[in-house]
């Protein structure tokens, strides 16, 4: 019987259109580590992720699972693994799962973090993971305005166009929003699930918020108004990185 197996992996994104397969490109995540995996299991092997991250976003803690018709012990997969994934994908745990065990209808939450380099001048070093925002940003107002989205909402507001999900109502367990140092800004988010560039619409809200574009009142209006076209800007992919993805 072949074997199922969960794994936690991080990557760069910069350089890949998504993680998910996609016929007009052969960078992608998932197609980077499908290839990988064939080639351990001598047969071709199909993943399924957690989350469909987006061109050029990033990912400390995407889970995926896969079968494989060979047993390797769950310890070897990530050494197996790195020795044929390229240096901006990394597996970094695995752990041998159920047979019905699926890295994305069995997630229960994720988290996703924003970051924001307030700053004269972007850096060389951490340019690809954050956004630079210039002019100054009000975090105490950023922060007041993340407690009006926790909890569960209509988020179709937050929604880019080309969705097809049933229903726009999601859960935001929490949004914490936080200086890490004098120039950079941590949006965490938690929920239960995120509509289509629902946290980067949702970021690029709060940046508008912190420059005072945009009221709390206002907030509160745009949100009840289920309409994409009040709410902020999309935010830029480079800045958000998926976290991690929880289970049960």
């Given at each position: 019987m072949r074997k199922?197996?969960?794994i936690i992996v991080e990557y760069d994104g910069s350089n890949y259109s998504g993680w998910q397969r996609q016929k007009n490109t052969e960078q992608t995540i998932q197609q980077k580590i499908e290839e990988a995996l064939t080639k351990i299991n001598k047969s071709q092997v199909k993943i399924d992720g957690a989350g469909r991250t987006d061109?050029?976003?990033?990912?400390?803690?995407?889970s995926?699972?896969?079968?494989?018709?060979?047993?390797?012990?769950?310890?070897?997969?990530?050494i197996a693994l790195n020795t044929?994934?390229?240096?901006?994908?990394?597996?970094?745990?695995?752990?041998?799962?159920?047979?019905?065990?699926?890295?994305?209808?069995?997630?229960?939450?994720?988290?996703y973090r924003y970051r924001i380099l307030n700053s004269n001048f972007n850096s060389v070093f951490v340019r690809n993971f954050v956004y630079n925002v210039y002019k100054k940003l009000d975090l105490k107002m950023m922060q007041k305005a993340a407690k009006i989205f926790e909890g569960s909402h209509?988020?179709?507001?937050f929604c880019a166009a080309?969705?097809?999900?049933?229903s726009t109502v999601r859960t935001i367990r929490s949004i914490d929003i936080y200086a890490v140092d004098d120039s950079e800004i941590w949006l965490d988010i938690v929920g239960n699930g995120f509509l289509y560039n629902m946290v980067r619409i949702l970021a690029g809200t709060f940046i508008e918020t912190g420059m005072g574009k945009k009221t709390l009142s206002e907030l509160e209006v745009i949100l009840q108004s289920c309409n994409r076209k009040n709410a902020g800007f999309t935010a830029p992919a480079q800045g958000l990185t998926l976290m991690e993805v929880f289970y049960d």
């Open positions: 199922n197996y969960k061109a050029g976003v990033h990912a400390a803690g995407q995926a699972n896969f079968f494989l018709d060979v047993e390797i012990p769950p310890t070897k997969i990530p044929e994934l390229p240096d901006d994908i990394i597996c970094k745990k695995a752990i041998k799962v159920n047979q019905n065990f699926h890295a994305r209808y069995d997630a229960r939450g994720k988290k209509d988020f179709a507001s080309g969705s097809s999900v049933e």
